[in-house]
Each structure stands twice: as C-alpha cells, then as structure tokens.
C-alpha cells in the first residue's frame, strides 16, 4: 500500500485535478490520498490559502466576507464544472460549511486562523472525493479527526500526539477503496482545528506513511525530480537520483523547497521511503529519499542549497572560552524573549549566534542586543544583517580530505570571503556564511566543482 501526496500545482485546476485522478487509479497499491489546497493557476494567481488568510482578517475585523467568501468557492466551482458536476449540491455544502465557521465563536484569534488556514484542504479533499465518485470510483472522504489525529501545541504550529499513530494504525479501508485525506491540519484534544508548520500538507502524508506502515510514500509536485542546486540559480542542474534522509534534512533546512525538512521525520522513523514526482510527468523517476543504507552515491557533493532567511549577531571578548556559565547566560536572554538560534559557532575569543530573520523584529533585535551586552560585557558586539547560508551537502563529503578546501579556494578565487563556516560532527554538510548579495555566485562555483568531483568506486561499494 501507498501513500500518495499532491500538492497545490498539482491541484490548481480541474485538468491538474484530471492529471492527480489518472496517477492515483493507474496503480491499485494508491489507496491513500492527502491533498494540499488549491494552488496557483498561473503566474500573478493567488492560492486559494492566501484568499483563505484574508477571509480569516475580515471575519476577525467584523468586516463584510461575501465577496472574498464567493471568489474561494469560485475556484472550487470551476474544478466541479470542469467535471460537468453542474447539478451537485457539493459547492452548496463547501459554502455552508465556510459560513458555519465565519458564525463560530473561537478560544483565541490564533484558533481562529488556524480553523480558516486549514479549510483550503479540507474544502478540496471533499471536492475530490466527490469528483472521484462523479467518475465512478470508489473514494471517500477521511477527515483527520476520523483517523485519531490529536495535536498540541500553538494552534498554527502544531505538533501531532504520538499516540497519534496507533490510531491510525488500527484505521480500516474497506476493501478496494481510496480515502481522500487532507493535509496541514488535524484537531487538538478540545476539537479545535490546528495546523502544522510550513510543509504542512508534506507532513500529513508522512504522518499517514508511518501510520498506515506503507510500502511508500510518494509526494507529487510540478518537478520532476530534486536537483543539486535550484534552477532558478543554475541553468540544467544535475537531477538527484536517490537522496538519504539526512541529506534531504539539510538540503531542505538550507532553502531546497520540494520538500519539507521537518515533514521527514515521521518516514525516518518508520524506515519508509520516499519518492518525490512530478504530477506534469508521471513518468519520470524522480528523486528517491531513502535510508543511508539503501542509497548509492556518485557524487562527493550531492547538493549545494542557500537561503537568505537568516540574521547573526557576532560576539568578541577576550578569553570568552575561559568563562564557565557564558553561554547559558546568552540562553537565558533568547529564552527571555522565546527566541530560538539556529546555530552558534564560536572561537577562543568570539562567537557567533545565527538565528531565523523570521523570529526576530527591530524591538526584540534591541531588546536582545542591550540584555546580552550587559549579561556578558562584550568588547565588541555586531549584527550581521545581510547574511546567507550555503549548505554543501552530500554523504561522500569524508571520501575526500581537500574537498572542503577546494571549495573555499573557489570562493577565494571570485573574490569571496566566508564570514562563518561549520562542520557538522556528521561530516555530510558543511556550512558557510557569505553575504546574501553574493550567495548565488557561490552557489555556482560551488556547483561547478561538485558537477565534476565523483566518488572513488572503493567508497560505492
């Protein structure tokens, strides 16, 4: 058994809808489907999560809510027409059910807005399930409550209850049907709709993976594989064939979209493989996620990935390492203002905390700056705004001793200094610190260089 994800491209409109139906029927091992929310049609569409976020600021402002109200259901109405489902009541349903939720009286404004976010998935996997009994299939829609998904934690950055998993378990499909599941959210133990973070439908398919003990987990987007740098920075970039679990963590962790890096985790632990598709080619092998032990590598380098998204605050203070207690001190200023650091690099005499630019704001960056100054008295203490990170990622990154020196002399030669670099004690990445100006052009020496450094045939055996 499988299961099999499609993800908002893939679900846009009613022929992607058409696309999904005729993977998912083409192999009977396909019984269970997550779907994510309808995404953009085409360049300069809004998704229909982003048309949902609005409905949810006008409902909270009191505000009028027919006219956004009516251009969601517009998009679930054009996938039913499509379908010549003209005379089914199923967009009369979706358009009670969004005004249910709009009378509701809701614990906190964040429940409110997880309850409307969640919406763009539940409303499509009932949509689904419709169309695909319209075709004449055995589908049926599963609500995550049905399956025993209970969460905590924040109500839009949920975390699913272990004991989540036998529930699901011991769910039963009848014999030769499909369940239409959707993604990003599940229910708290109060009955409150939650959803989880970034990659949320990505995570329900994993959860459901590890649940239901698939053979596989196959994930639909619009590429047809993942590549060892984004396409958008490299012309024809290399297709990664097979992936470990790891790799595909840091890769994602460090700006790789086609797959969410906390999304894995459920798979890592059930052992459960996962195959990453294109719905526009079916066909087309994709990209393998698998355990170490199942993946043959070729390259040193098996991807190289940067993200912006990140601010350091770099420390200097003589004898910095001598002083026991220091870094608890700066933990506690972070825990002060629930702010989380992404890594934290240090030397004798410095120290450098890196935190996600999406946490931290100009107030709390000052409150942070004047609470840890007097914690520990630095000489000097700087912000390092304009800061990117490149991962350079690959299992075969032991097999050479020079390889990492050969990536910084590539730097060197295009007249780029690393501010920070990082080995992780797992030897399958390296991370540098350049300015975020300058991290596409390091990405593609990078890249150049892993383009042409294979492995020994001693290291693939």
Partial sequence: ???????????????????????????????????????????????????????????????????????????????????????????????????????????????????????????????????????????????????????????????????????????????????????????????????????????????????????????????????????????????INTLTYREMRELSYAGFSVFNDEAIIPVITAGIRVNVKNTNDPDAPGTMIAPTKDVRHHHLITGVAASNGFTALYLHRYLLNKEVGLTLKILQVLYKYKVSYE???????????????????????????????????PDKMEWFDDFAIIMVVGEGLYARENLIAQVLDQLAKIGIAPTMINQGASQISTMIGVDSKRADEAVRVIYQLSSCEKLPQAALS
Avoid: W
């Fill in 1 to 239: 058994m499988k299961v099999i994800k499609f993800g908002g491209s893939s679900l846009a409109s009613g022929t992607q809808v058409q696309k999904a139906i005729n993977i998912i029927v083409a192999d009977p091992a396909r019984r269970i489907v997550v779907v994510s929310a309808p995404g953009k049609r085409r360049k300069g569409d809004i998704k229909v999560t982003d048309l949902l976020l609005q409905l949810a600021a006008a409902v909270q402002a009191g505000s009028d809510t027919s006219a956004i109200r009516d251009e969601i259901l517009a998009r679930y109405r054009d996938i039913a027409d499509y379908f010549s489902m003209g005379g089914s009541d199923i967009i009369a349903k979706l358009r009670a059910h969004l005004e249910a939720l709009e009378a509701r009286q809701y614990p906190s404004t964040e429940h409110l807005y997880a309850a409307f976010m969640a919406q763009g998935e539940n409303m499509n996997a009932r949509l689904i399930a419709r169309v695909m009994s319209h075709l004449g299939y055995r589908a049926r829609f599963v609500d995550p409550k049905d399956l025993g998904m209970v969460v905590d934690g924040a109500p839009r950055s949920a975390n699913l209850l272990e004991g989540s998993y036998a529930t699901i378990a011991h769910y039963r499909l009848e014999e030769g049907e499909i369940i239409i599941v959707p993604g990003f959210f599940a229910y708290d133990k109060d009955g409150n709709y939650a959803t989880f973070a970034r990659g949320g439908s990505d995570i329900t398919g994993s959860i459901l993976a590890r649940g239901f003990d698939v053979d596989l987990y196959e994930n639909f987007t619009d590429v047809s594989a993942i590549y060892a740098v984004n396409p958008e920075i490299v012309d024809h970039p290399r297709a």
């Fill in 343 to 377: 890594h934290m690099p240090s030397g004798i005499d410095d120290l450098t905390i890196i935190f996600d630019k999406s946490q931290l704001n100009a107030t709390q960056m000052s409150a942070l700056t004047d609470d840890i100054r007097e914690a520990i008295n």
